[in-house]
């Protein structure tokens, strides 16, 4: 995640013959365009009133239970991580520009083919190469102790026989700038506590820049997670035009707090750091997509979304593994009941959205000439643990919609709304004014593991991917299916 998703056997239900019923029963309430297919409306505003609405979306409710019951009970029980644990202990880390992703996307283009998914294909898109290489550091004074780090994205290296300097301890960019006559030349150390990721990331991403304007030689930055366990975490750092580029990691959490107290005691603190860090130009990759084509509107769109790509370390398990596959498995829970919504419902697997998104802008960039046609863009990429809710982006008739889609949920004790919705991959459509939803889910358990060695399958629980799996089946068709869009702003 930037800031801040992959088979069994698929075998039908005998579901085709209550399908038939509850569609033909409630197919004379929907108010039909006589020429475009799309649901009547007078100026942009549908003639139809919420308790419709409601009585529409209460119609699904067999749907869901049938869902839930294949996702949860049902034989398609684990099989989002099964498929997941078979691809990331074959191609491990899927680091934007690697050989691991384009193996990985490969795969999933195969994957998605043989479970009889329609238009599945590759889009071609540019994306950025960097590579850590050996990295190290070492604290010489006032003892020997040995550094665990890990390089920042995009951060250049050091020269080969590194930086060694005298180490300065801040807690905040206020206390930079009040120090900043002290920080030339030196390698500034943040120990900035943990609030939350929205507000602490900024020392990752900023980091590095601050600490040039005031002469700095290198930044060491203080793991952004909620727990550690001697953990370093990595993830994007930017540099700002006109601003000297210095070489910047992430340290522990613990390493950190030490240097912190050390330096409170007026102990000179001196640092040794290595990093073989380079950036490659641009090369080439894919944005992976599958469809179930719609019925009656199929050039509507219902986006299901998760990355593919993850940072070099770990298994990409976490972030995003689970997220692509249980929007895969949301595809396949649907395909495999024999359920074909009135719009289309696109699975997108992003690439390079640890790098900012990269890949998602270039298909918002492709795609946005029919931004009317998307009616609901969705993302998981904070894990898939057991989910407590939706977060969702729109309007406030979207959001009530939104609301009585999740009471569907009801079996599961999942029906919570909440605020922000957005995502990396999906916050162009947003911004564009597309209502947008995520999964919710334990962001402090996430960022235990969060861009560190100890994103793997260990973290994953089958039973938990199976509940978010239903949850994000339930809500991608039935906002696929309902007769009208989503109402925006």
């Known amino acids: 995640m930037f800031l ?33 297919g799309k649901a009547i409306y007078k100026n942009g505003i549908s003639k139809r009133t919420f308790q419709e609405i409601k009585e529409e979306i209460a119609s699904y409710g067999d749907v869901a239970k049938a869902i839930i019951n294949l996702a949860v009970y049902g034989k398609a029980q684990n099989r989002s991580y099964e498929r997941l644990a078979l691809l990331v202990d074959t191609v491990g880390p899927r680091l934007s520009g690697s050989k691991n992703l384009e193996k990985a996307i490969q795969i999933m283009y195969q994957n998605l083919q043989q479970d009889g998914l329609e238009n599945v294909h590759l889009e071609p898109v540019r994306i950025p190469h960097w590579e850590r290489g050996e990295e190290s550091a070492v604290m010489l004074e006032p003892r020997i102790h040995k550094i665990a780090i890990l390089g920042l994205g995009s951060s250049i290296g050091t020269p080969p026989e590194g930086i060694t300097a005298e180490v300065l301890v801040v807690t905040s960019f206020d206390e930079l700038q009040r120090r ?3 920080a030339r030349g030196k390698i500034v ?24 304007k005031v002469g700095a030689v290198a930044s060491l930055i203080r793991s952004v997670a909620s727990l550690s366990i001697y953990s370093p ?26 240097m912190s107290r050390m330096a409170s005691r007026g102990i000179k603190i001196v640092i040794q750091l290595k990093m073989g860090a380079k950036t ?3 090369t080439d990759s894919f944005n992976t997509v599958a469809e179930i084509t719609g019925s009656k509107y199929p050039e509507q769109v219902v986006l299901v979304s998760g990355h593919l790509d993850s940072w070099d370390v770990g298994q990409g398990a976490m972030d995003d593994g689970g997220g692509a596959f249980i929007s895969w498995e949301a595809l396949s829970l649907i395909k495999d009941l024999g359920l074909r919504p009135k ?4 699975l997108v697997l992003w690439t390079a959205e640890e790098q900012g998104g990269v890949g998602a802008f270039q298909y918002y960039q492709l795609h946005k000439v029919n931004i009317s046609n998307y009616s609901l863009v969705m993302e998981s990429d904070t894990g898939t643990f057991l989910p407590t ?29 909440l605020s922000h919705g957005e995502g990396t991959d999906i916050n162009f459509w947003i911004q564009a004014g597309v209502p947008g939803a995520s999964l919710l889910d334990d962001l402090y358990k996430y960022f235990f593991f969060h861009h560190s060695h100890g994103d793997t399958m260990t973290v994953m629980d089958p039973k938990q991917m199976n509940v978010a799996a239903a949850v994000w089946a339930v809500v991608s068709y039935v906002v696929a299916d309902m007769e009208e869009m989503l109402p925006r702003s």
Request: charged share 20%; net charge neutral; hydrophobic share 40%.
């Open 4 to 36: 801040i998703y992959v088979d069994y056997l698929n075998k039908k239900t005998n579901w085709k013959k209550m399908k038939f019923l509850i569609f033909a029963f409630f197919g004379g309430a929907h108010l039909l365009s006589l020429c475009s």
């Open 180 to 182: 900043a006559s002290e």
């Open 189 to 212: 150390v943040y120990n900035q506590p943990y609030i939350n990721y929205s507000r602490t990331v900024q020392y990752r991403t900023q980091g590095a820049v601050e600490a040039a």
């Open 233 to 258: 975490h990595t993830g994007i750092q930017e540099y700002q035009d006109g601003v000297p580029k210095i070489p910047t990691a992430c340290i522990t959490v613990e390493d950190a707090e030490m």
């Open 280 to 282: 490659y130009p641009d």
């Open 343 to 346: 719009r289309t419902l696109r």
């Open 389 to 417: 809710g939706l977060q969702f982006t729109g309007s406030e008739k979207a959001r009530a919609i939104m609301e009585e889609v999740m009471s569907l949920l009801q079996p599961l004790n999942i029906t919570q709304v």
